[in-house]
């Protein structure tokens, strides 16, 4: 592949428009899967879809169990293994997305959107430039995060954290613990 060395720098989007009255809910990770599926079966009957972003280590120990968990949800791109991609060197940050990439569409037999979810939400200018290059126009992060991931979190306070948002609003929720999906 060809990099565009002059591509403009993935933009970093942390709401979506007001307008759309609706609000984004977002799970990232996926190492937990029967927590992943239980979220899905939660939006799927409440008429509800999510955007997932889920590493490719963990898509490809149980990809038959991915297949029916994705199915309807918009799945984004959080790299291959979970990397701080700032302390990575180019060759690196590249290869987690294009990996990440790979394995979904090998696996899911559809491609990611192409929007990225760095790992903990950190990037610089260097990540931006090279996901730009990679076909990553933006970087999706939160408006709100739930905190789901702390030990010890439940069910209700998750819920209380998420009391007053607002339309375009985005949510950070994970597929790792049986709160979330309560």
């Known amino acids: 592949m060809d990099l ?3 591509a403009a720098p993935a933009k970093v989007i942390r709401r979506g428009p007001r307008s759309s009255g609706a609000v984004a809910l977002t799970f990232d990770d996926g190492y937990n899967t029967a927590a992943c599926a239980k979220i899905a079966r939660t939006l799927r009957r409440n008429g509800a879809t999510g955007t997932f972003f889920i590493n490719g280590n963990h898509l490809k120990k149980a990809p038959d169990e991915w297949r029916r968990i994705l199915r309807g949800m918009s799945v984004g791109n959080h790299t291959r293994s979970h990397l701080f991609l700032t302390k990575e060197p180019d060759p690196v940050v590249r290869r987690q997305i294009r990996d990440n990439e790979t394995i979904h569409e090998e696996l899911l037999g ?18 931006k430039r090279l996901a730009a290059q990679l076909g990553y126009d933006r970087i999706i992060l939160w408006s709100l995060d739930t905190r789901d991931w702390q030990s010890g979190t439940t069910a209700r306070a998750i819920t209380r954290r998420a009391t007053g948002l607002s339309p375009g609003s985005v949510v950070l929720m994970h597929c790792t613990r049986d709160e979330t999906a309560k």
């Open 110 to 127: 559809q491609p990611l959107l192409k929007v990225l979810r760095p790992p903990y939400g950190v990037y610089d200018k260097r990540v």
């Open 4 to 6: 565009e060395k002059d």
